[in-house]
């Protein structure tokens, strides 16, 4: 059973489109980060959210926690080839962070 | 200057050998993890220590041994090592187990092929 589930799994688009990536689960998380993964590396810390309604900007980038602590979205605005990457997002509880399924963005030039 | 590093980058191997993956943090954390990516690249917490002590230990056969030597060391040995066991493994650290706020910071991964 996968605890949290990210949507869209693959996302294709253009330069300059805009896109936003959901993180969602039953679950309730005492925060949630975001990393960014680019091929053959680690992932890398975007943001991390806490308060349920918590909103967070990144230059072109905003982090929405849900008000349940439940799920979150990831918005990125005119979208550049150097945002491709896998965007995993991690719930934390109980000590412990569990990773969502991933989504793998493309953005074409 | 590299803050988590693994050795070695790739490793190619035969059904039931033993391996090891090494990796070592210059960041002065306490806590240090071990993770698996698999294919479809979900990321799956394996092993986490706190200053040398076991603190998390997931569902994971009892092949996989990590030993900490000290805190800015975390190495990972896999017994009779099995196809399923290929993907890509990732060591991280973070200044402490407080998986609330704190920033892990990943290693760039041990892709590991079993033949």
């Known amino acids: 059973t996968q605890l949290l589930e990210q949507s869209p799994q693959f996302l294709s688009i253009q330069e300059g489109e805009n896109l936003t990536v959901y993180c969602n689960s039953s679950s309730v998380f005492s925060s949630l980060q975001w990393y960014r993964q680019e091929p053959g590396e680690g992932p890398v810390l975007l943001v991390t959210v806490v308060t349920g309604g918590e909103v967070k900007k990144l230059k072109r980038l905003t982090f929405q926690f849900g008000d349940a602590r439940k799920d979150s979205s990831l918005h990125i605005t005119a979208a550049q080839p150097g945002d491709t990457g896998l965007y995993l997002c991690?719930?934390?509880?109980?000590?412990?962070?569990?990773f969502g399924d991933g989504t793998t963005l493309t953005v074409k030039p | 200057d590299t803050a988590v590093s693994q050795t070695p980058k790739y490793l190619v191997t035969q059904m039931g050998n033993d391996k090891s993956i090494k990796c070592e943090q210059n960041l002065g954390h306490d806590t240090m993890y071990w993770y698996k990516q698999d294919s479809k690249k979900f990321l799956k917490i394996m092993f986490s220590?706190?200053?040398?002590?076991?603190?998390i230990n997931e569902t994971v056969p009892n092949r996989f041994s990590p030993k900490s030597p000290d805190k800015a060391h975390l190495n990972l040995h896999i017994n009779s090592l099995e196809l399923g066991d290929s993907a890509v493994y990732f060591c991280a650290s973070s200044q402490d187990r407080d998986a609330i706020t704190d920033t892990q910071y990943f290693g760039p991964g041990t892709r590991l092929t079993v033949l």
């Open positions: 991690a719930g934390a509880r109980a000590g412990k962070s569990t």
């Open positions: 220590y706190n200053n040398k002590e076991l603190i």
